[in-house]
């Protein structure tokens, strides 16, 4: 009698609480044989949750259906299952043996169709980058290239991206880049490359050194893979060149990276975390994002991209032709999400530079052509087809 009193009187207490409860949503990120802990910008990515549900609920009309719950999830490449990187990695593979859409008379250097995704960014290098473009325009890019490993190769999963604290303190070493068979390494041989030039950086962060690579990359899953467009802005100083002076015919090498500790240590989780939370304007993140001189910071993005380096991986136009463009770009897509979350209603609606409205975005033979307005919104954007998260 007494229990069941209470028992009642609890549920109408809760009932009363919380008549019309919003569930709340949890990334549920793998936790079996998981190597890392959450860093704070994982923590920070997950207390902004209920904000960001919130915000949603509201502005339901426009999400085309898609929700926090319906998304699809985007993971951190160490929190795939092994059997999961080698279904990734053999589309990736695959996508290397397709024909490829763009016309080859016009194009030679394209040899299959994942070279199409690299002519794109070397066509189209100075509208990618331009102030607008650089995060919607990779966020399309990336998402096509998703859709492509999906629809064209059979992959059943989504892009990993690969959050750079992680491997921050040790890059070599860890399982993204240790060359085993299901990394996305290995480094490159020891080679004579000495570093890359920082533009707008003091002495001695004028130079972001090299590390024990440069050479051809020699086990991992694309030891034997061919590079052929470009290179066009090379970093290594013994790249052959490309015949034609505009970089597109073939010109075929191999894969080239120097797995670089000092471009990594600039991406441990607290320049991340310091980059979203202090960047008050959509401009000042970007900004930051891509290097603080005064800081003798290089920036996340630049970080990450060096600490691949070779070739393509550091060349500005061909850097998509190394498979982990696209893990560096994810993170880079979830980050700037994470920045829209702290605060969904002033966030969500801006693109550096406010472009006008009738901007475009045109990735010729990856992408159709999209409005730049509609890329802000990675839950509903381009016209509903954006309906992923980051976990
Ligand atoms: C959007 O949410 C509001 C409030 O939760 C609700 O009244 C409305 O029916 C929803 N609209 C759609 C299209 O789901
Ligand atoms: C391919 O490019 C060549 C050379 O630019 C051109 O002559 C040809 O018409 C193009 N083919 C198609 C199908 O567009
Ligand atoms: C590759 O490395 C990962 C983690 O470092 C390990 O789990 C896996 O067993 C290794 N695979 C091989 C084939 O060595
Ligand atoms: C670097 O090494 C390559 C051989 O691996 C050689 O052809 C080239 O001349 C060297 N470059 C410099 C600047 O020493
Ligand atoms: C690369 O090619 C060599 C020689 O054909 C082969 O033995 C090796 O297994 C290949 N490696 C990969 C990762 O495909
Ligand atoms: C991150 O931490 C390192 C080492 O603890 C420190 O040297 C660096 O200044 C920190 N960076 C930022 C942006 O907080
Ligand atoms: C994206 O920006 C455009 C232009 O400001 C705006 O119309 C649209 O509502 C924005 N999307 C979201 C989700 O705020
Ligand atoms: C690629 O798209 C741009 C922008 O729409 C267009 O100007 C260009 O002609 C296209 N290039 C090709 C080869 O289709």
């Known amino acids: 009698m007494f229990a069941t009193c209470w028992a009642l009187l609890l549920s109408s207490v809760l009932i009363g609480v919380d008549a019309n409860p919003v569930k709340k949503f949890s990334l549920n990120r793998r936790s079996d044989g998981f190597p890392y802990a959450l860093d704070d910008v994982d923590k920070?990515?997950?207390?902004?949750?209920?904000k960001f549900q919130a915000y949603l609920a509201k502005k339901n009309t426009t999400s085309h259906g898609c929700t926090l719950e319906n998304a699809v999830r985007r993971q951190e490449w160490h929190d795939l299952t092994e059997p999961q990187k080698k279904e990734y990695?053999?589309?990736?593979?695959?996508?290397?043996?397709?024909?490829?859409?763009?016309?080859?008379?016009?194009?030679?250097?394209?040899?299959?169709?994942?070279?199409?995704?690299?002519?794109?960014?070397?066509t189209q290098a100075f509208h990618l980058h331009s102030t607008p473009h650089l995060f919607p325009a990779h966020r399309l890019y990336i998402w096509a290239y998703e859709k492509a490993l999906r629809e064209e190769c059979g992959y059943t999963g989504y892009q990993p991206y690969w959050n750079w604290g992680r491997t921050a303190e040790d890059p070599i070493n860890s399982p993204i880049f240790n060359g085993n068979a299901t990394s996305m390494g290995g480094n490159g041989a020891k080679s004579n490359y000495t570093g890359i030039m920082a533009m707008g950086f003091k002495k001695p962060y004028d130079v972001i050194p090299s590390d024990k690579g440069g050479g051809c990359v020699t086990d991992g899953p694309f030891a034997n893979m061919t590079v052929s467009l470009g290179p066009i802005s090379p970093v290594l100083p013994d790249v052959?060149?490309?015949p034609r002076e505009d970089g597109f015919a073939s010109n075929p090498r191999c894969l080239r990276r120097d797995v670089n500790h000092y471009a990594s240590s600039i991406t441990r989780a607290n320049y991340t975390y310091d980059l979203i939370v202090n960047s008050k304007t959509v401009d000042k993140f970007q900004q930051d994002m891509l290097g603080i001189p005064e800081r003798n910071d290089w920036g996340v993005h630049m970080g990450g991209h060096y600490t691949i380096g070779g070739d393509p991986g550091g060349d500005f136009f061909s850097s998509p032709g190394d498979p982990l463009f696209w893990f560096h770009h994810g993170m880079v897509d979830r980050i700037w999400w994470i920045w829209q979350m702290?605060?969904?209603?002033?966030?969500?609606n801006v693109l550096p530079e406010n472009p006008p409205a009738d901007d475009f975005i045109d990735l010729n033979w990856t992408a159709s052509r999209v409005s730049t307005?509609?890329?802000?919104?990675?839950?509903?954007?381009?016209?509903?087809?954006?309906?992923?998260?980051?976990?």
Request: proline fraction near 7%.
């Open 240 to 242: 052959p060149k490309n």
């Open 44 to 50: 920070l990515e997950e207390d902004s949750l209920a």
């Open 373 to 391: 307005w509609d890329m802000n919104d990675s839950i509903g954007g381009n016209g509903g087809e954006f309906c992923y998260i980051y976990v």
């Open 342 to 348: 702290q605060d969904p209603e002033n966030r969500m």
């Open 89 to 122: 990695i053999s589309a990736v593979l695959c996508l290397q043996k397709k024909p490829p859409k763009a016309n080859t008379t016009q194009y030679p250097g394209v040899l299959n169709r994942y070279d199409d995704f690299v002519l794109t960014h070397e």
